[in-house]
Each structure stands twice: as C-alpha cells, then as structure tokens.
C-alpha cells in the first residue's frame, strides 16, 4: 500500500457552469445574465468601433470578385462538388438566416452567430464548419472591414449569381456579436432530433397539431422540417403542415415557401454516403487537437463522395450548379417511390429515370445518380395549394426567378429592420413593406427654440404626466433588438393594428394621442405626430421629477416622420403587441405560462436595456402611476405623479410584510409589520426587485440616501435609449 494519498481533482477553478453555477442549485433562478451579453469589452474591436465606418473602406467590387473567385477553387481538405462550392455557400447562407422567426425577432444571419454553440453544432448544420474555414481567407483579408455575419450571407448571394442567377440585391450593415445568444429559447428537448413531439400541443391525429411559440424548426436541432417527414416518417401531406407552419413562422407565405423550396433546391445536392456512426463529434464537442473542425468522418476518405451530412444522398436536378427550370422539370417528369439512402435515411426516388434527368456524380467522372427529393420536396407536389403554385412556377420559369429573388432576399434581410439599416452599393431601390418603411423627414428639422416652444403648449395643454409618459412608453416599447422592428418611429400607434391592442385601450393613449395632434396642427413648426409623442413624453417625465423637487431636462432629438397604413405590415406587426409589460404592470390574462418576472426580463433585453435602467424605470413609472388602466398594483408612494424613489424605499422597508392574495401568487397584499393593516398591493415583478438578490442590491442603493439622483439619472438614459431604440440614424 503506498504511503502517498490520491490527489484529489482542483475543482475550484473549472468553469463548467453546470458543476459550480448558480444555476446548478437554483434552476429557476431569474436570468439577469442577458442584459449583460453585450457589454463593450467583449469585443476585440473596442466600445467605440462602428462596423459601418469600417465597411465604408471596402470595395464590394473587389469583394465580390475574391468571393466569386473562391466558388471555384477547390480545396483538396474539402473538395467541393462538382468543382463549385457555391450550393454548399447556399446552404450555409440560408441556415444561417433561415433561423430568424417573426414570433419573437430571434435567430437569423445578423450577428453571425453560426459560429458559436448551439449553432455551430446543430444536426442540421452538419459539415458548414468547412464552408467557414472556406471563408476564412477572405475574412483574413479584409479583418473589420467585413464582419462575419455581412460575409457567410453575402457568400451565398453570390454563390447564386455565379451559378446564372440574377439576384434582388444585397445589404451589408449585419454586425457580429462575439458570444453565444443566451437570450434565445431553442425548445425544450434534451437530446437533438427527438421524436417525442414535446413542442407540440394537438397531434396530426386530432388534426390539431400546433407548435409552441416562439418556435418555429419541428425538432431540436434543425432549421424548418425534417426532410425525411415528420419524425422521420415519409408522409408528404403531413409534411407540407409542417413546412406552411415553419415557414409562417419565418413570416413567409405559400408563394414564398415554394420559391425558397425550388429555388434553393434546384442546386447542390445531399450527402449520406455512408453510415451514421462513422461521424464525429460535432465542432463543440470536437477534440481539442481536431481545432473546431468537427464531423470527422471514418467512412474511407471521409471527403467528396464519402460526404456524409444530414444521410440523405443526390442531387435535386441534372444540372446542379446551374439556374434553370430543372428541379420543376424533375418533379413532374417521374413517379415517385420512397427508398433508403446509403445512410439508411428515407429519401424519394424515380420509379424509373427518364432520359435527361440522371444526375452526373459530384466526384467520380463517368458515374450517373438518380435524381433524389426529400418528402418534404415532395409536399411540393402533394399539397393542394403548393401544387397550384408548383404548376404555376412550371409553366412560367421567369414568374418563378422573380418570386425566388424576393423571397431569398427577404431570408437574408429580415432580421435586419428597417432598410435604413442597409450598407453597400448593392441594395435595391425598391423599398418593400416587410421591411417597416417610414417616409423621408423633409424640410428643416426643429430649432431649439420651437422644441421649448412645443414643451410649454403641451405641459399647458391639460394632459397629466401619467398620460404624456404612457403614450409615449406605448409607442416606443414595441421595439425588439432581435430584428429592429417597432419603435416610435412612424407613429404606429395610431395605426392598425396597434390602435386596437388591449394595452393601448386600458392606457387611453388614443385621446392622448389626437390631443397632441391638435398641439401639433395648431403649431407652425415641422413637427410629425411620432416625434410630438415622444417629445410628449419628456415633458411628462419633466413634469413628474419636477414636482418631486428635481430640475432634469430629458433629450429630444427630432427627425421622425409617420407611417402610413399602407406602409404597415398588420399581419407581422401583430406579432409586436405586449402581450406583457412589467413597465405598465400589464399582463394579459393565459398571456404566457413563464412567471412574469422572467417577461419583465425578456422586455427589458428586447429593449436593449442595462439591469440599472430597468430597475430605474419600472421604480420610476410606478411613482408616476403609469400602470395600463387602473390598476394600483405596485404604486408604492402616496404622492403618485411624482418621479421619486419611494417605490424602492417602500418596497425594501423591513415594516412591511407581503403575502400573497392569489392562489397563483400573482399579487401581493403589503402590510404594516405592527399593526397588520393593509398599506399595498403588488405584482411578482415589483416584488422580485426585493427578492432577487441581484435586484435587490440595485433597489437598495436607488432607496439609500443620494440614490434617487442615481436612479433619475438610470431613468433618464433608459427612457432616451428606449425612445431612440429605432432611430437608426443617430447610432449607426
């Protein structure tokens, strides 16, 4: 027996979250950590980089050539098909993009986050790791200038323009982030591709089968649907349900979805030329030796045409690296038939192959393939309404290349907001509705002297504070850092179909709002409704801190122009109601089953707000009274209408002891600790800044001695960032 003890392992210092993270013990711990994502020094390039000045040094000629150059040069590590990587950018592009949904703004091609976990792991972005490292020398290249997310989207672009097709343009300005999304929601599966349905209500049996919001891939781990059919199971009328809710999801229609599907699908093929478990690893979990380069294949070489990707393996048409009618031609040429991949994947195959339409092999000259589709190519031909559009797209090739254009345009570019936001000699002229236009301001903008103007008839007008501060909250908290949609500008509040939400009717912010267009018409200044309501709201945050005992001026930058209803996209901007608003103390009744805390969170990120601007405004509002309708909850002062810190003095006072007064623990009754009299009540998002550590160390200094100046000064950065969440033109 030796006389030296085991070592034990030095835990203390490992950094895996799971073994020593606050949330091992505490899972549902209120998640703080995404409003810190973003903090200026996790970028290589520094707090004051502006990703547009750098790209304006760019010559997108030149880029465009060292990227078409890049298609045809081929790599002995990854050979690429057919001697052209452009269906393999395609498909990056679009995986890339393909993850925004409309539901929530989430995912997309805007931060490049492909190149971070889960994404850069995911199943359905098996081998793309090589099209990165494919990439790598152009990115070396032009360093900032490009950033990774303007490049693995621009790559596919031109992918299609090498291969004759004539694209609907292109917008840089897609800046990358340098960490994981931790915000995003994925589904609530614990192992990739699961079969269970678990983000499923209803069945295809109940003929009520509908996926959870937000999300909008069928399986963890996958962008849309599985090819192979739902769960694996090749059945293509199910599939094409799956494919119209995905594809909804992503804000587009049966048009758009059949052109995305032939159009993308008329290049490039499918890998699976061997067996399953002869892959590796994905780049996440890749050996440290392997340098993220994952999927390493055993099956022979493990490149060209031993590829094995997602186990299905063809190609779509003949001429796979050309832009034609081909895919269309293939589909209604054959008779189907459903047949194993060498990977033992389910795929679709002529019963017999017409002349014309064997595929030559990627890699081996002189061998012919069958032409291949997925099921859910075949809910192309299956559908009813697909089919009509199928056949519509078939007789009439040059109605098919615009429909691709626009909608593969709109895949790339719609998570990136307003086309304001644009960058590069490439955008169209053509301004489309999905992208939320606004008309050009026109005219001088406002002097100093008409905005004090301006201020004094509306602090005279009547209106209260409460009022001012709601309308204005109202219509600029619609705004989501996920994809730039919402904001004050364009004055959408007054519009369908923001005229009609529930929280606006409790707010009263229609009577607000014609009276502030009186002032306005009443005024010679070129002022737009947008802008006289959020200058409103300064006067009402003025007024409020005035009265309170402060002088604070709030900054107002005018140069907001309003929208038209026809400029106005009711059927997505639906999807930017507040359904909850922890700032208004609002949350529709079966709104969410996630606690409200944790809404108030997800607002305040979408908001692009910091812990101590949240903080600072909800105490704040709640002073003011600024709940949606009458309620009371959380309005801990007796001198409502006042812009003070009693909120935070009133909520961390050890007199007072809380209870709840629902079952649900929704609402809070407050008494006095003496007395047991009833003082308050409040909602859990007022509670948990004394409950909630992190929150309550904030609350605390804001209700010490010298802390409500601190928390006048948090209130007014956030309410100025949250007016100007949108103004893209004054933080490009």
């Not at 478990?277 to 390493?296: L, R, S």
């Not at 709104?591 to 601007?613: C, K, T, W, Y």
């Not at 007796?638 to 609402?667: A, C, H, K, Y």
Request: glycine share 10%.
């Amino acid at each position: 027996m030796s006389d030296q003890e085991p070592k034990r392992q030095e835990w203390g210092a490992r950094t895996t979250p799971r073994l020593q993270g606050n949330e091992h013990w505490w899972p549902d711990q209120l998640n703080l950590n995404i409003l810190h994502q973003k903090h200026p020094d996790s970028s290589p390039f520094g707090p004051d980089f502006s990703y547009a000045d750098a790209f304006a040094e760019i010559d997108v000629d030149q880029l465009s050539a060292d990227v078409d150059a890049l298609m045809t040069d081929s790599q002995d590590w990854w050979p690429a098909d057919w001697g052209h990587y452009g269906p393999f950018f395609i498909r990056m592009s679009w995986h890339a993009a393909g993850t925004y949904r409309a539901v929530d703004g989430r995912g997309g091609g805007g931060t490049g986050a492909q190149r971070f976990a889960p994404l850069n792991s995911w199943p359905d972005n098996g081998n793309l790791d090589k099209a990165r490292r494919l990439l790598w020398p152009i990115k070396q290249k032009y360093g900032e200038k490009i950033s990774w997310a303007d490049l693995m989207v621009f790559a596919g672009n031109r992918a299609l323009e090498t291969m004759g097709f004539r694209t609907f343009g292109f917008g840089f300005g897609r800046a990358d982030i340098w960490a994981p999304e931790d915000d995003i929601y994925w589904g609530p599966e614990t192992e990739w591709l699961a079969t269970k349905d678990e983000r499923y209500t209803g069945s295809f049996e109940d003929g009520n089968r509908v996926l959870d919001n937000p999300l909008a891939a069928v399986q963890m781990g996958l962008i849309y649907v599985n090819p192979e059919g739902p769960n694996g199971v090749p059945d293509a009328l199910k599939s094409a349900q799956d494919v119209r809710e995905t594809f909804a999801r992503m804000g587009m229609n049966d048009r758009e979805t059949v052109a995305l599907t032939v159009g993308g699908h008329t290049f490039g093929k499918m890998h699976g030329r061997g067996k399953e478990e002869m892959v590796g690893e994905a780049p996440e979990a890749a050996k440290i030796h392997q340098q993220g380069f994952g999927w390493a294949n055993k099956n022979e070489t493990g490149l060209g045409e031993y590829t094995v990707t997602s186990g299905l393996e063809g190609a779509w048409t003949p001429t796979p690296t050309k832009w034609d009618n081909s895919y269309l031609e293939t589909i209604f040429a054959h008779q189907w038939e459903v047949k194993k991949s060498p990977a033992g994947a389910n795929q679709w195959e002529p019963v017999e192959v017409k002349e014309g339409y064997w595929v030559p092999d990627a890699h081996v000259e002189g061998r012919k393939n069958p032409p291949v589709m997925t099921t859910a190519d075949m809910a192309m031909i299956t559908d009813p309404d697909y089919l009509e559009i199928s056949k519509e797209f078939h007789a009439n090739p040059d109605v098919l290349a615009d429909e691709f254009a626009r909608a593969w345009y709109k895949l790339l570019h719609r998570d990136m907001g307003p086309r304001d936001r644009y960058l590069g000699s490439q955008v169209p002229d053509e301004v489309l509705i999905w992208q939320d236009p606004v008309p050009e301001h026109e005219g001088p903008l406002l002097n100093d002297e008409q905005i004090a103007s301006l201020k004094q008839h509306i602090a005279d007008s009547g209106l209260t504070a409460k009022e001012l501060v709601t309308t204005a909250w109202a219509s600029a908290c619609t705004y989501r850092q996920t994809d730039h949609r919402g904001g004050a500008n364009g004055a959408r509040i007054r519009l369908a179909p923001q005229v009609s939400w529930d929280i606006n009717k409790q707010s009263g912010v229609t009577d607000v709002i014609d009276r502030l267009e009186q002032l306005k018409d009443a005024s010679d200044a070129n002022i737009s409704l947008a802008d006289m309501i959020v200058l409103g709201g300064s006067v009402g945050v003025e007024m409020a801190a005035k009265v309170a005992g402060h002088s604070i001026e709030v900054p107002f930058t005018p140069g907001r122009t309003d929208a038209s209803q026809d400029m106005t996209e009711v059927d997505t901007h639906a999807y930017l109601e507040p359904r909850h608003d922890a700032f208004r103390n609002y949350l529709q009744k079966q709104a969410s089953s996630i606690p409200a805390e944790h809404l108030m969170v997800d607002r305040a990120f979408l908001l692009n707000l910091s812990v101590p601007q949240m903080t600072a405004l909800l105490g704040g509002m709640r002073a003011i009274g600024a709940n949606a309708g009458d309620n009371q909850d959380g309005i801990l002062t007796d001198r409502e209408g006042q812009l003070s810190n009693d909120f935070f003095v009133n909520l961390v006072d050890m007199g007072t002891v809380w209870e709840p007064i629902d079952d649900n623990e929704e609402r809070f009754e407050g008494r006095i600790r003496a007395s047991g009299e009833a003082k308050w009540t409040a909602t859990r998002v007022d509670l948990i800044y004394g409950s909630n550590s992190q929150l309550r160390a904030i609350a605390e200094e804001f209700a010490a001695t010298g802390g409500e100046q601190k928390m006048l000064d948090h209130f007014v950065k956030g309410w100025v960032k949250v007016m100007e969440n949108d103004r893209f033109d004054l933080h490009r």
